[in-house]
């Protein structure tokens, strides 16, 4: 089995967890950046990690989302709202959209600490986003709290598709 781990982060937090999804995998694995991301052809499971721009994937984990085709997919994603908000389920619903023909195993999000930079712009905006009032509970995440959970469902994966390892 083949495994490949996609990543897109501006900040470092969707790095995080695609470490720990590369560690927590056996058999062939490689872990690109999108912007370097092989071919998912030659893979037999895909697991992508994306932020959050506008309620959605960000632009350059959107379009190789829509590369996947008929893989077994693993969708995990970082965001400023808080877990479980309508919000991040609706950006991962969109995200699961994007992959109609993927087996999609799972999915996982949390939150992750935003820059301050972008906080202080997205504030200053006429009409916030609905994410804002969750940010500040965001700093310091994901934390190795959410890492466990993640390394967590991963294991589980395993155990029930053990053609992953």
């Known amino acids: 089995m083949k495994s490949l781990i996609v990543y897109s982060s501006q900040s470092g937090?969707?790095?995080k967890l695609a470490q720990a999804v590369l560690g927590s995998l056996t058999g062939s694995k490689?872990?690109?950046?999108?912007?370097?991301a092989p071919d998912p052809a030659g893979y037999d499971f895909v697991a992508l990690g994306f932020w959050l721009q506008g309620g959605k994937p960000d632009p350059k984990s959107a379009e190789y989302i829509g590369k996947v085709g008929k893989?077994?997919?693993?969708?995990?994603?970082?965001?400023?709202?808080?877990?479980g908000s309508d919000h991040a389920l609706k950006a991962m619903d969109h995200a699961k959209s994007l992959a109609p023909e993927a087996d999609i195993l799972g999915t996982y999000s949390c939150q992750g600490e935003v820059n301050p930079k972008v906080l202080e712009k997205?504030?200053?905006?006429?009409?916030?986003?609905?994410?804002?009032?969750?940010?500040?509970?965001?700093?310091?995440h994901p934390d190795?709290?959410?890492?466990?959970?993640?390394?967590?469902?991963?294991?589980?994966?395993?155990?029930?598709?053990?053609?992953?390892?």
Do not use: C, R
């Open 13 to 15: 937090n969707t790095k």
């Open 30 to 36: 490689k872990m690109y950046a999108v912007t370097e």
């Open 71 to 83: 893989k077994q997919l693993f969708l995990f994603a970082t965001h400023g709202a808080a877990g």
């Open 122 to 140: 997205v504030k200053n905006k006429p009409e916030p986003p609905v994410w804002i009032a969750d940010a500040p509970n965001a700093s310091g």
């Open 144 to 165: 190795e709290a959410d890492i466990e959970v993640l390394k967590h469902q991963i294991s589980e994966l395993l155990v029930t598709k053990n053609n992953l390892a």
